[in-house]
């Protein structure tokens, strides 16, 4: 084989060999962290979005405080089909005022929730690129627990980008 050819096979090998570390690099030096928040709802309100068939298909307007490591406020609208049972899905999107793990800023939280026997539960995501302020960069997954319309016990899991 040429030296030429050598060469390049050896600049491709580390050229591998770098980006392999620096990816994996990359993910240690992302800090997970887990949050947790008592959360309120304030109050909140339902309206036929389509009652033409069943399930009815019903839209949500809460407003949600948060307290412990989340610190704050939010907004919530939910779309939900409901059965005759009183279960239902529902989708929503609610942006966070307040702070987080002691910075303060926005966010948008996608969630999806089932209700069952008065009970919810849910997954969420941070919506990426929504956070603002102290909390821009801000990713993250998690969910919460608990009475329907009372309040539930919250969690998220987070990093910065």
């Known amino acids: 084989m040429k030296p030429f050819a050598l060469m390049a096979i050896g600049a491709i090998i580390s050229l591998g060999a770098w980006q392999a570390a620096n990816a994996q690099s990359g993910k ?3 800090t997970h962290a887990r949050a947790k928040a008592k959360i309120t709802v304030q109050n909140s309100e339902a309206s036929p979005y389509d009652e033409t068939v069943s399930p009815a298909l019903m839209e949500l307007r809460l407003n949600e405080t948060f307290t412990g490591d989340i610190d ?3 907004p919530v609208r939910a779309l939900q089909v409901q059965r ?3 279960s239902a899905s529902q989708v929503s999107m609610q942006r966070f005022r307040g ?3 002691g910075r303060e800023g926005t966010f948008v939280l996608q969630g999806s929730e089932i209700v069952e026997k008065g009970k919810i539960k849910a997954t969420w995501f941070v919506v990426p690129g929504s956070g603002t302020g102290g909390l821009s960069g801000l990713r993250g997954e998690g969910g919460f627990e608990g ?3 009372k309040g539930s016990d919250g969690w998220l899991d987070y990093w910065f980008e």
């Open 28 to 30: 240690e030096a992302r």
């Open 72 to 74: 704050g406020e939010s």
């Open 84 to 86: 005759a049972d009183k």
């Open 99 to 101: 702070k987080l793990g």
């Open 147 to 149: 009475d329907f319309g």
